[in-house]
């Protein structure tokens, strides 16, 4: 029985057993499946290819009787002639004094070690009798924690594997097996753990990750089916004709992405189907505004809306352009942290009564003290910053409304098909009109006096800047300092020529409302700032943003970044200030100043960060995979999207005997996760 213990495993006793609890594996299964993260490629070589000091296999014949020498308390060296090619070569092991019995003369031997050119010497961490090539020249290494050691773990998985991988069940379904020519499960076990070359060790991944991506696309797949299925009646019957009326007062026409959106979003709303959606788009191309006409859309059908965003700034900003769009049409009102007292209990009172259409806020928005009338709608802003868990405890205010996650991140394809594989996906990929896309320019620190007289000239024509100051992670503290330095250096340089603004997230809330109402009334010409405007803020007349060592940031934190220019209709101007040491810091430089569409960038991003540093440390949600690599197998991943949609389709797990393993297998592991899958 797999499930048995570890312990029943040959070689685990109670010490090592509890030693691979710690480890995470508890049964035989678990031990069957602990696989290697990468292997020690032994493969025999010519004495003329291997180098000083390389850890090298080779073979040759047992010259003489080996010697063997006691040293110390407890220590010997046993020394072995071979006759290795035309030469002979000493093989050193230590500590090994029982090998003198099994080695003789006339014996041809295989030994692994550490080759010394100069001696023709080899000092052996591993042996065998007999040829090379009949042993296992790809020796697993394993992911160790706590006392147990690679070669404990290779001993017992070894026992493990030849007891009971002949148990292992079956899990795909014979249909895909044939279809891509995998490994069968017991089969693969065997080679992933010890492979006898590199075809069949490849074989055998294939499969794993196949199997790994398959599984996971279904349960993300029927997560998805339920969420949709299980929360009926939300339904919302928007007035089309008034909803038009809306747009119609916009001073702009949609763009024809934007209309495509719109009427996915909408074609949801209506549905008995439970929303869960997300929009991407990049900066500046138009969210906001199918945002604001679909809260308006579930105004017509009698709910109420909220726009939840990341922070206060970006609260305030959203709730200023909304009450200017919605003017007349509904009313808005603004929810954050800082709002306190009579004001706070005011707004809740009347969200409660239904007098408020419309709330816009941060987190605030779902804690436990808001209580909305009737909420049938919920958009969430820079989706990726919002953690799994507010996601959850948004569903879990048993409103349960219609859900639209928007992001201005664009999430590659790659990402949005399998961490966000539960949510449907709409993409606004096409700018307004006019638009005239940033240029971008890469200089070096001590061109900074030439981007000062730049930043003159634009000010002079009227326009404004944004000056990003270095970004240091681990210091909230450090970052502000900065700030606060290169505001006075400005200030002292453009003396009183112009007026010089600055923003840090330790300001109190009214102080940078205070400092963002300036520089939007062009009373601040430049604004000295973090990352704190990285997101969403709207100034068209500002055209030129500096970034100071630009090299600290992600691709889509500077794009995001450079976002807050080329807003209005003149040429805006990006210009990242950077020394890169590193080749990725100077590729990410070149990219920037190559492209403009948000969504390559992500790509880039993604090629050159890994899936795991995408959306920060924090913000996970993405699954970590045990084989396989949402970048480099991304083929693999779609071939088991599509195979998951068509299998779901047909029903197959429920109804079809072939996928009755499969479907034992998801039952487990979603019970695993506390999910009901049905
Ligand atoms: P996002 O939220 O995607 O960053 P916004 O909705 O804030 O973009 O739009 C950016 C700017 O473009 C705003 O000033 C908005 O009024 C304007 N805008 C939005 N849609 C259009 C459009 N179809 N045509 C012209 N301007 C638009
Ligand atoms: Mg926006």
């Given at each position: 029985?797999?499930?048995a213990?570890?312990?029943?495993?040959?070689?685990?006793?109670?010490?090592?057993?509890?030693?691979?609890?710690?480890?995470g594996?508890?049964?035989?299964?678990?031990?069957?499946?602990?696989?290697?993260?990468?292997?020690?490629?032994?493969?025999?070589?010519?004495?003329?290819?291997?180098?000083?000091?390389?850890?090298?296999?080779?073979?040759?014949?047992?010259l003489?009787?080996?010697?063997?020498?006691?040293?110390?308390?407890?220590?010997?060296?046993?020394?072995?002639?071979?006759?290795?090619?035309?030469?002979?070569?000493?093989?050193?092991?230590?500590?090994?004094?029982?090998?003198?019995?099994?080695?003789?003369?006339?014996?041809?031997?295989?030994?692994?070690?550490?080759?010394?050119?100069?001696?023709?010497?080899?000092?052996?961490?591993?042996?065998?009798?007999?040829?090379?090539?009949?042993?296992?020249?790809?020796?697993?290494v394993?992911?160790?924690?706590?006392?147990v050691?690679?070669?404990?773990?290779?001993?017992?998985?070894?026992?493990?594997?030849?007891?009971?991988?002949?148990?292992?069940?079956e899990?795909?379904?014979?249909?895909?097996?044939?279809?891509?020519?995998?490994?069968r499960?017991?089969?693969?076990?065997?080679?992933?753990?010890?492979?006898?070359?590199?075809?069949?060790?490849?074989?055998?991944?294939?499969?794993?990750?196949?199997?790994?991506?398959?599984?996971?696309?279904?349960?993300?797949?029927?997560?998805?089916?339920r969420?949709?299925?299980?929360?009926?009646g939300?339904?919302?019957?928007?007035?089309?004709?008034?909803?038009?009326?809306?747009?119609?007062?916009?001073?702009?026409?949609?763009?024809?992405?934007q209309?495509?959106?719109?009427?996915?979003?909408?074609?949801?709303?209506?549905?008995?189907?439970?929303?869960?959606?997300?929009?991407?788009?990049?900066?500046?191309?138009?969210?906001t505004a199918?945002?604001?006409?679909?809260?308006?859309a579930?105004?017509?059908?009698?709910?109420?809306?909220?726009?939840?965003?990341?922070?206060?700034?970006?609260?305030?900003?959203?709730?200023?352009?909304?009450?200017?769009?919605?003017?007349?049409?509904?009313?808005?009102?603004?929810?954050?942290?800082?709002?306190?007292?009579?004001?706070?209990?005011?707004?809740?009172?009347?969200?409660?009564?239904n007098?408020v259409?419309?709330?816009?806020?941060?987190?605030?928005l779902?804690?436990?003290?808001?209580?909305?009338?009737?909420?049938g709608?919920?958009i969430?802003?820079?989706?990726?910053?919002?953690?799994?868990?507010?996601?959850?405890?948004?569903?879990?205010?048993?409103?349960?409304?219609?859900?639209?996650?928007?992001?201005?991140?664009?999430?590659?394809?790659?990402?949005a098909?399998?961490?966000?594989?539960?949510?449907?996906?709409s993409?606004?990929?096409?700018?307004?009109?006019?638009?005239?896309?940033?240029?971008?320019?890469?200089?070096?620190?001590?061109?900074?006096?030439?981007?000062?007289?730049?930043?003159?000239?634009?000010?002079?024509?009227?326009?404004?800047?944004?000056?990003?100051?270095?970004?240091?992670?681990e210091?909230?503290?450090?970052?502000?300092?900065?700030?606060?330095?290169?505001?006075?250096?400005?200030?002292?340089?453009?003396?009183?020529?112009?007026?010089?603004?600055?923003?840090?997230?330790?300001?109190?809330?009214?102080?940078?409302?205070?400092?963002?109402?300036?520089?939007?009334?062009?009373?601040?010409?430049?604004?000295?700032?973090?990352?704190?405007?990285?997101?969403?803020?709207?100034?068209?007349n500002a055209?030129i943003?500096?970034?100071?060592?630009?090299?600290?940031?992600?691709?889509?934190?500077?794009?995001?970044?450079?976002?807050?220019?080329?807003?209005?209709?003149?040429?805006?101007?990006c210009?990242?200030?950077?020394d890169?040491?590193?080749?990725?810091?100077?590729?990410?430089?070149?990219?920037?100043?190559?492209?403009?569409?948000?969504?390559?960038?992500?790509?880039?991003?993604?090629?050159?960060?890994?899936?795991?540093?995408?959306?920060?440390?924090?913000?996970?949600?993405?699954?970590?995979?045990?084989?396989?690599?949402?970048?480099?197998?991304?083929?693999?991943?779609?071939?088991?999207?599509?195979?998951?949609?068509?299998?779901?389709?047909?029903?197959?797990?429920?109804?079809?005997?072939?996928?009755?393993?499969?479907?034992?297998?998801?039952?487990?592991?979603?019970?695993?996760?506390?999910?009901?899958?049905?």
């Open positions: 029985m797999l499930k213990p570890v312990v029943q495993v040959k070689g685990v006793g109670e010490k090592l057993g509890e030693a691979l609890i710690d480890m594996i508890g049964t035989i299964e678990d031990l069957l499946y602990y696989f290697p993260n990468r292997y020690d490629v032994y493969e025999r070589k010519p004495l003329s290819e291997i180098e000083h000091n390389e850890k090298a296999t080779i073979e040759g014949q047992v003489a009787e080996p010697t063997l020498t006691f040293f110390g308390r407890n220590k010997s060296r046993l020394i072995v002639q071979l006759q290795v090619e035309h030469m002979v070569v000493k093989a050193v092991m230590f500590n090994r004094a029982f090998a003198k019995k099994q080695i003789h003369a006339g014996d041809t031997l295989t030994v692994t070690g550490k080759w010394d050119q100069h001696r023709l010497q080899i000092t052996v961490s591993n042996y065998k009798k007999g040829e090379a090539n009949a042993h296992e020249p790809i020796q697993p394993y992911p160790l924690k706590g006392e050691t690679n070669l404990q773990l290779k001993k017992i998985i070894k026992n493990a594997v030849s007891d009971y991988s002949g148990q292992v069940e899990i795909l379904p014979a249909y895909y097996i044939e279809k891509y020519k995998l490994p499960r017991s089969q693969a076990i065997k080679q992933i753990h010890f492979p006898e070359n590199h075809q069949l060790l490849k074989h055998a991944r294939r499969r794993f990750i196949y199997e790994e991506f398959l599984l996971f696309q279904l349960k993300m797949q029927l997560l998805r089916k969420i949709k299925e299980a929360t009926k939300h339904n919302q019957e928007y007035d089309k004709e008034k909803v038009e009326l809306f747009i119609k007062s916009f001073p702009f026409p949609l763009t024809s992405a209309k495509r959106s719109l009427k996915e979003i909408l074609l949801d709303m209506k549905s008995v189907n439970r929303m869960n959606r997300l929009l991407q788009g990049d900066v500046g191309s138009g969210k199918v945002a604001a006409i679909c809260l308006y579930a105004i017509t059908a009698g709910k109420q809306g909220a726009l939840m965003v990341p922070t206060e700034i970006l609260a305030e900003q959203h709730y200023q352009s909304l009450t200017t769009l919605m003017d007349g049409f509904a009313r808005v009102e603004l929810l954050t942290g800082s709002i306190k007292g009579k004001r706070r209990k005011d707004i809740l009172e009347r969200v409660q009564a007098e259409d419309i709330l816009v806020g941060t987190h605030a779902i804690q436990d003290e808001v209580s909305f009338h009737h909420l709608l919920v969430v802003d820079e989706q990726h910053r919002f953690g799994v868990n507010q996601r959850r405890m948004l569903r879990e205010k048993g409103l349960d409304p219609d859900v639209l996650f928007m992001t201005a991140t664009p999430i590659p394809r790659t990402l098909i399998t961490a966000f594989g539960d949510m449907d996906v993409q606004i990929d096409e700018m307004p009109a006019g638009r005239k896309p940033v240029d971008t320019y890469w200089v070096k620190d001590n061109m900074f006096d030439r981007v000062l007289q730049f930043i003159h000239k634009e000010v002079k024509n009227g326009h404004q800047a944004y000056v990003i100051c270095p970004l240091i992670e210091s909230d503290k450090l970052d502000i300092q900065n700030a606060v330095d290169l505001y006075t250096m400005l200030q002292a340089h453009f003396a009183s020529e112009l007026q010089v603004g600055l923003m840090h997230g330790r300001l109190h809330s009214d102080e940078k409302e205070a400092v963002m109402k300036e520089f939007a009334a062009n009373q601040v010409q430049v604004l000295v700032s973090t990352t704190v405007v990285e997101v969403g803020v709207n100034v068209p055209t943003i500096v970034i100071y060592d630009a090299e600290r940031f992600g691709l889509s934190q500077l794009h995001q970044l450079r976002g807050r220019v080329g807003r209005g209709d003149a040429q805006s101007y210009i990242l200030v950077a890169p040491k590193g080749e990725v810091g100077k590729e990410r430089m070149r990219i920037m100043t190559e492209t403009t569409d948000g969504f390559e960038l992500s790509e880039q991003d993604l090629q050159l960060r890994g899936p795991g540093d995408f959306f920060g440390k924090k913000q996970s949600g993405i699954p970590e995979f045990k084989v396989g690599d949402m970048v480099h197998d991304y083929r693999a991943l779609e071939t088991a999207r599509q195979d998951a949609a068509l299998i779901i389709a047909e029903n197959r797990l429920a109804e079809d005997p072939h996928y009755q393993t499969m479907r034992n297998k998801l039952k487990e592991e979603s019970s695993l996760q506390g999910q009901v899958l049905d």
